[in-house]
């Protein structure tokens, strides 16, 4: 049983920053791969970004490569999302995911937190 609270969002202006955090109680959290997720109003849940359980392999979703990191911490339990350049269009409640394996689809992720909202205004 993995819990997952995530923090760091806000509102910040287009080509601004923020950082977001996962972080992840139960002894197991070394042992899943890591996924943010983002859902904006009327859309689905789409993937962001993805990291296997030891960090030495990531996926992007083509909108944010180049611009978001994922990175892990498994000594603190803790999944990072770092947001640089932000656009208008990334507007959306984040969410982090742990699941057995580093996939880009949502369906593969057995938990999940409550989100943290991001609003990036133009």
């Known amino acids: 049983q993995v819990q997952l609270v995530e923090s760091g969002g806000g509102l910040v202006q287009a080509g601004g920053s923020l950082r977001l955090s996962c972080a992840a109680s139960?002894?197991?959290?070394?042992?899943?791969?890591m996924g943010w997720f983002r859902q904006a109003p009327g859309k689905e849940r789409e993937f962001v970004t993805a990291?296997?359980?030891?960090?030495?392999?990531?996926s992007y979703a083509d909108s944010v490569k180049g611009r978001f990191t994922i990175s892990r911490d498994n000594a603190k339990n803790m999944v990072y999302l770092q947001m640089n350049s932000l656009k208008p269009e990334d507007t959306a409640v984040y969410y982090c995911?742990?699941?057995?394996?580093?996939?880009?689809?949502?369906?593969?992720?057995?938990?999940w937190g409550q989100g943290t909202q991001v609003t990036v205004s133009s």
């Open positions: 995911g742990a699941g057995p394996l580093l996939v880009r689809n949502k369906d593969g992720y057995d938990y």
């Open positions: 990291i296997n359980w030891s960090g030495g392999a990531t």
């Open positions: 139960g002894r197991t959290f070394r042992t899943y791969a």
